[in-house]
Nanobody
Framework: QVQLVESGGGSVQAGGSLRLSCTAS????????MGWHRQAPGHQRELVAT???????NYADFVKGRFTISKDNAKNTMYLGMSDLQPEDTAVYYC?????WGQGTLVTVSS
């Protein structure tokens, strides 16, 4: 089972930007699909974005136009670029691949 480690979370003001990273224990080229989920306080986990081995991306409606998912197979790393962050984006963000989940990284957006 692949091990996933997220980094890059932090605190920003509304309108700010962050980039999350997820480093995998094996080549991301071999992982058919990777994604980002998030869980806000008092809410269920929800899918944010996915990227396939072919580079096909998919986004939840609430992040379209603001977030960008990408990966660098040479670095075994997936990214989530986030811009125009809003307080409702505050959550723990998890890197996923199949049944593997990272430990999560906290993003806090203040108004």
């Amino acid at each position: 089972q692949v091990q996933l480690v997220e980094s890059g979370g932090g605190s920003v003001q509304a309108g700010g930007s962050l980039r999350l990273s997820c480093t995998a224990s094996q080549s991301t080229y071999r992982l058919y699909i990777m994604g980002w989920h998030r869980q806000a306080p008092g809410h269920q986990r929800e899918l944010v974005a996915t990227i396939t081995v072919h580079g096909t991306t998919n986004y939840a409606d609430f992040v379209k136009g603001r977030f960008t998912i990408s990966k660098d197979n040479a670095k075994n790393t997936m990214y989530l670029g986030m811009s125009d962050l809003q307080p409702e984006d505050t959550a723990v963000y998890y890197c996923t691949s199949g049944t593997s989940w990272g430990q999560g990284t906290l993003v806090t957006v203040s108004s």
